[in-house]
């Protein structure tokens, strides 16, 4: 099977997926790739655990048919609500008939007085400490501005909110939230719990006028804006205070922070009530843009009653089951399966959605649920967890189409529950083929270069259906094997990246080498375990310091390597090329088209992050007016060549005066300049044979740009950086040091460098391992401009001290510039 030919970055979510709050939503730009890619139009599409419906709908946006199967009564209306296509108009006017109903009365429900000017006023805000109103915010049309105030809840403030205790509201749930701790729901506590009295009256105004409209599918809708203001409205939005300058005053403000801004019900000492009415509508203005996308992009929706529907003019199923059994889908007949599994006990969504689900009277089906829960009135444990996953992979085989594909997405690094997941998957009867990590459009910088840690980022994980069904059998390896593996696995990884890794891109390739994990032992630890054991040993940490020499992060490295260890440059050089490259075949190119190459061409553990390729564009290019990128003047193929055949020519030049013999590179000898073939600058071949005596070394050392010796004996050595990456050059140098570290004390090594590129490979040279190999390896810095100075200055006679005085180290600006001998 080709690769995906699709940029896999992440992208945010657009407005129709930014309607109504979900856990853990897969982005769509990528799910609608692996759609596109492993299917074909008219195709069937299945998703057993659609969530809040990416798969389905970007199935349906892209001409296929969808099966959305959940056991979650809120995900498969969610699906609906955002895939539907809706009257915008009459949607408008049902809402503007629930606003001449309610509005009013609700606002008089959040009345105060302005002390600034007197005027009785609705206030959109109040804050609560321990749940006692402490703080109003308001606005008032006193202030031009139209700014919001804050003052102290007073005396009439309190009595006009208590007697809203007598208020009879409509119906509002009150059932018991599922008691689990990790969730913060305590024994007893209910729905109810979650709203001040004022906004559970509110709340139950606005539900009761829904619940008139006669549309069905306007009702629909209606509730859908309902149960999305539904956080908005509760105890979960939480106070921030911080401190800000005003004029020359200190002055504390107060922020709002989106609710459910952590996993579970927790409500916090000190807490927002926002008003209903302004939470409602809010939410319909988002929700109408969304619509609004969501009706210009989905073409076609028919909603099937069956799977046989399929097979006529519809193209939609949305089936509130569970996966456990899907009988009602027949055997061999679906073309495609992306799914995004449960990951053990990392989200519970029936608790989590039960609140939504109270309110719009769903019922939850929690007996069938596939987790790990702590909560003391569920029977969830691991093996449970494990043996329902299996029956649902069991149910996804019967019913795929032979040498068809399954990919199973999951951001999780419990080894337990990645071994589980594919596990589930290969027991069932599937091939394991490809494991991908496409990096997210955002990750953190702190989290990327902590150590240890979560993953950044989904794993995508391809899965066939063989043509004919196999037996399969469990195997494993013990746990000191495993261990051993992937200590293994962690250096192989990190000499293939020939550089310092963070945590996430060793995860992402050992997670590839084991393949996927069907084979870990039972009670292997966590990979992050392993590799901290054998900090000291085999690995070691390597700090990373910012600009101002703070360290910010580490990455990890095998102790005792440095560059003399590698015949190839680092992984950092080599994405740097490709990004030149893409960039000197088109005139102008977009950051998506440069991450398609990229993370096709380095794949799994070798992948970089989205930012270290925009670090080199913005190196290297210009953005343009449309967003797209130019490479700068200068950095082209042709022109990169041409200057660095005009420094090779120079060298060669200068040497011959001083007296030299001029070795030029095998690559090198085939260029020209100044109607100058290279290679005609050369002397006889030398043997370079009193220093090395096997024919692979010999041949490396040939590949450096230029050598100054004497009858072979090499006095001087030059790496014109341009084409040549700096770990490129250490790495030729390094093996002149190895081959015959005693013979070659002597021996002068120089980079020449362009100006243009100094800051550049500055902040190169206090990289740790290169900082270590040059401790090692003593090279000196020559700059083009200087080069060709000297060049054009020389007349007839040249001496060595000539070039030696051009050697300094590379400095960033506000630097003091310091011989590069001195450099230790």
Request: a neutral charge.
């Amino acid at each position: 099977m080709s690769h995906i030919n699709h940029a896999l970055v992440a992208k945010t979510h657009p407005p129709m997926y930014l309607m109504h709050k979900y856990w853990a939503r897969k982005p769509s730009n990528v799910v609608r790739a692996y759609i596109e890619h492993y299917s074909e139009v008219g195709d069937v599409i299945l998703d057993p655990f659609c969530g809040s419906g990416p798969t389905p709908i970007e199935a349906i946006k892209t001409g296929r048919n969808a099966v959305a199967v959940d056991l979650d009564p809120m995900a498969i209306f969610i699906t609906e609500c955002t895939a539907m296509p809706v009257d915008l108009k009459k949607f408008e006017e049902s809402f503007d008939k629930i606003k001449d109903s309610v509005k009013e009365e609700i606002y008089g429900l959040y009345k105060t007085k302005c002390e600034h000017c007197g005027r009785i006023v609705e206030y959109n805000a109040v804050i609560w400490r321990n749940d006692t109103p402490m703080e109003i915010r308001h606005g008032c049309s006193c202030q031009k501005n139209g700014k919001n105030l804050w003052k102290n809840v007073t005396e009439e403030d309190t009595e006009t909110i208590e007697k809203l205790k007598d208020k009879k509201p409509c119906w509002f749930p009150d059932n018991e939230l599922i008691w689990n701790t990790r969730v913060n729901v305590h024994r007893g506590m209910k729905v109810s719990e979650l709203f001040t009295k004022r906004n559970l009256y509110a709340l139950s105004l606005i539900l009761n006028e829904i619940e008139g409209i006669k549309n069905k599918k306007i009702r629909k809708m209606m509730l859908f804006v309902f149960s999305s203001a539904l956080p908005q409205a509760s105890k979960l939005v939480f106070v921030i205070r911080q401190r800000g300058r005003q004029s020359d005053s200190i002055k504390e403000e107060k922020k709002e922070v989106g609710s459910w801004a952590t996993r579970g019900y927790w409500v916090p000492d000190e807490y927002f009530e926002i008003n209903a009415w302004n939470c409602f509508e809010n939410r319909f203005k988002k929700i109408l843009r969304g619509k609004k996308q969501s009706n210009e992009e989905i073409k076609e929706y028919t909603e099937a009653k069956s799977f046989d529907d399929l097979k006529t003019d519809k193209n939609v199923l949305l089936l509130n089951q569970s996966s456990l059994d899907l009988s009602n889908i027949p055997p061999n007949s679906i073309d495609y399966v992306f799914t995004d599994p449960p990951y053990g006990d990392s989200i519970p969504y029936l608790e989590l959605n039960y609140m939504w689900a109270s309110w719009l009277k769903f019922n939850a089906n929690f007996e069938d649920e596939i987790i790990i829960s702590d909560s003391p009135v569920r029977n969830k444990n691991f093996e449970m967890y494990e043996k329902m996953l299996g029956a649902v992979f069991r149910q996804v085989y019967r019913v795929l189409k032979p040498d068809k594909y399954l990919t199973v997405t999951f951001h999780s690094t419990d080894i337990k529950i990645w071994n589980s997941i594919i596990k589930a998957v290969v027991m069932a009867g599937f091939d394991l083929e490809k494991i991908i990590c496409p990096p997210p459009a955002r990750p953190s910088a702190k989290g990327l270069l902590h150590p240890y840690g979560s993953a950044v980022g989904d794993y995508y994980i391809r899965f066939r259906k063989p043509k004919n069904e196999q037996l399969v059998t469990e195997k494993e390896m013990d746990l000191q094997t495993y261990e051993r593996e992937v200590i293994s696995a962690a250096m192989r990884i990190m000499g293939e990246r020939r550089e310092p890794t963070i945590y996430q891109h060793i995860l992402n390739g050992i997670m590839v080498e084991l393949n996927g994990g069907r084979n870990v032992p039972i009670g292997a630890r966590n990979i992050e375990a392993i590799l901290k054991d054998h900090v000291g040993t085999e690995l070691e940490l390597i700090p990373i310091k910012d600009t101002k020499d703070k360290v910010i992060g580490e990455k990890w490295w095998v102790k005792g390597w440095d560059l003399s260890h590698f015949s190839q440059p680092a992984l950092t050089d080599r994405v740097e090329r490709a990004v030149i490259n893409v960039l000197d075949r088109k005139v102008k190119v977009s950051l998506d088209d440069i991450l398609q190459v990229i993370f096709i061409e380095f794949p799994n553990a070798l992948t970089p992050d989205a930012q270290s390729v925009k670090t080199v564009l913005e190196e290297y290019a210009t953005k343009t007016k449309d967003g797209n990128w130019m490479l700068k003047p200068g950095y082209s193929e042709k022109e990169r060549t041409s200057q660095h055949s005009r420094m090779i020519y120079y060298l060669a030049k200068i040497g011959k005066k001083i007296g030299y013999e001029i070795w030029i590179g095998q690559r090198e000898q085939g260029e020209s300049y100044n109607k100058t073939r290279l290679s005609h600058l050369c002397d006889p071949l030398p043997t370079f044979r009193f220093i090395v005596s096997d024919d692979l070394t010999l041949d490396r050392i040939k590949q450096i740009d230029v050598i100054w010796h004497e009858s072979g004996r090499i006095k001087y050595v030059f790496e014109v950086e341009n084409t040549t990456g700096i770990t490129d050059a250490i790495i030729r140098g390094s093996i002149i040091r190895s081959a015959a570290p005693g013979l070659t004390l002597d021996i002068k090594k120089y980079i020449v460098i362009p100006e243009s590129r100094e800051a550049l490979l500055a902040k190169k040279l206090e990289e740790p391992i290169i900082k270590e190999s040059l401790r090692k390896d003593v090279w000196g810095f020559i700059r083009y401009g200087d080069l060709e100075v000297l060049y054009k200055s020389i007349r007839k006679e040249a001496s060595s001290t000539d070039i030696e005085r051009l050697g300094r180290k590379p400095v960033l600006r506000n630097h003091v510039q310091k011989n590069i001998y001195e450099f230790e």
